[in-house]
């Protein structure tokens, strides 16, 4: 039974293999490389143009989030801490600071598909590695309230994370599923957690729908095929 045992988690079987054949080994994600977000992302967008959302943290790699935010013309600030990354993006002072814990696909053309990913792959399974935790730490000084989306079972190191945060309130959106109950690790660690939490079992694309409903915007419109 290898369930308890973090070592033989598929990314750490992946960072054997980049060890082994190089960035190579990683080729297989380039068909993560897409421009297709949704209104999800769309919506992260519009609230962030808007002033209303000021910092996103996506445990995901690929660059979506990204791309909705330079279709909106949403000026940002990127921040990869495991490969030491920071920059500017858009014209204009940043509206929002998008942090990826878990690294991304290349930024430019150019770059290596493993540039920002390979250091993600060796700390698989251990602790909030000193760069995340100080840029989650950053984030918890100017913000109260966090509202975690997306989460699906096996996001090993989102708990750790979370709670290096020290917020008074946490809003979790948990989609339904099919299941008749949230997911036992969610309501575990909710009802660990000091600070005041709801847990809300909905779509995240209702609810944005409902959050845009309340503020009296219009949702985006997905891109043309």
């Known amino acids: 039974n290898h369930k308890g045992n973090r070592e033989f988690m598929p990314a750490r079987i992946l960072d054997?293999?980049?060890r082994a054949w190089r960035d190579s080994a990683l080729e297989y994600l380039t068909v993560l490389r897409s421009d297709r977000?949704?209104?999800n992302h769309g919506a992260i967008a519009i609230l962030a143009r808007k002033g209303?959302?000021?910092y996103v943290v996506t445990l995901n790699f690929d660059s979506l989030i990204e791309?909705?935010?330079n279709k909106f013309k949403v000026?940002?600030?990127l921040k990869l801490p495991l490969s030491s990354y920071a920059g500017s993006i858009g014209k204009g002072p940043p509206l929002l600071t998008l942090?990826?814990?878990h690294g991304s696909l290349p930024i430019t053309e150019d770059e290596a598909i493993g540039k920002h990913l390979a250091a993600t792959l060796r700390?698989?399974?251990m602790n909030v590695q000193p760069e995340n935790r100080h840029e989650l730490e950053s984030i918890s000084r100017q913000c109260s309230c966090i509202v975690v989306a997306g989460y699906r079972n096996g996001d090993w190191d989102i708990f750790p994370m979370l709670e290096e945060l020290n917020l008074s309130n946490i809003v979790w959106i948990q989609h339904p599923d099919g299941q008749a109950k949230p997911l036992s690790e969610v309501t575990q660690w909710l009802k660990r957690t000091k600070a005041h939490s709801n847990l809300i079992r909905v779509d995240v694309?209702?609810?944005m729908r409902d959050v845009f409903k309340a503020l009296r915007l219009k949702l985006p419109r997905l891109p043309a095929n």
Do not use: C, R
């Open 205 to 207: 694309s209702d609810f």
């Open 16 to 18: 054997a293999l980049v």
């Open 52 to 54: 209303l959302l000021p």
């Open 67 to 69: 791309t909705a935010l």
């Open 75 to 77: 000026p940002f600030v």
């Open 37 to 39: 977000w949704n209104v």
């Open 123 to 125: 700390y698989t399974g």
């Open 99 to 101: 942090v990826k814990p």
